[in-house]
């Protein structure tokens, strides 16, 4: 029961059966998103976020370098890297920087993922004891957590989905690419969430 639901019943990209679904999800990743084209579009974004780590890493050394410590603070690069990472991918995305909240959610989401991840139980695994873990284990705290995901997903698509002309621009990110593909009836609601989150 979990397990269908976090992988959204096999609507997804990595958790589909072999079947014209998948087939077809593949050949959009590989032809419209994932495409050398589409790739060497986001060049520059990740060009320009890998130049911004450097000149924030750099700005702090000189920062601590005019303070009068007794000794050399060790610069902690994991800091940076995830600040990377988290704007290249919103921007991957859905061709905006997150902001400061957006951003802290998003985080808190992708963390809460996997903790629920590998929260599954004997009962998900074994197809005759199914019906007791919906019947004994508690996913309260499960389906919160797919609200929430849902509903900040929703949330960081409204722009886009209100705007008149959803044209495709190859760097406007990856969920527009997908909304266009929706409009064409090619693709469920479902299953743009589900690629989005693979």
């Not at 269908?4 to 990209?13: A, C, I, P, R, V």
């Not at 495409?35 to 700005?59: G, H």
Request: net charge neutral.
């Amino acid at each position: 029961q979990r397990s269908d639901k976090m992988t959204q019943s096999g609507t997804d990209l990595v958790w589909s059966d072999y079947t014209p679904h998948y087939v077809k999800l593949r050949k959009l990743c590989t032809l419209e998103l994932f495409s050398l084209k589409s790739i060497e579009n986001f060049r520059s974004l990740r060009e320009t976020e890998a130049t911004t780590m450097v000149e924030s890493i750099l700005k702090d050394l000189k920062k601590s370098d005019s303070s009068d410590d007794q000794a050399q603070k060790p610069v902690v690069v994991r800091k940076y890297l995830a600040a990377v990472v988290l704007n290249t991918i919103s921007r991957l995305m859905i061709g905006k920087q997150f902001g400061d909240e957006e951003g802290k959610e998003f985080k808190s989401i992708v963390e809460k993922e996997f903790l629920l991840s590998g929260e599954g139980s004997l009962f998900d695994n074994v197809w005759w004891l199914r019906w007791v873990s919906a019947w004994i284990i508690s996913d309260k705290a499960y389906l919160a957590h797919m609200d929430r995901r849902t509903k900040w997903f929703r949330g960081a698509i409204k722009p886009i989905l209100e705007e008149e002309d959803v044209a495709v621009e190859d760097h406007q990110g990856f969920v527009r690419k997908l909304l266009v593909l929706k409009e064409k009836k090619e693709l469920t609601e479902e299953t743009v969430h589900g690629i989005i989150w693979n």
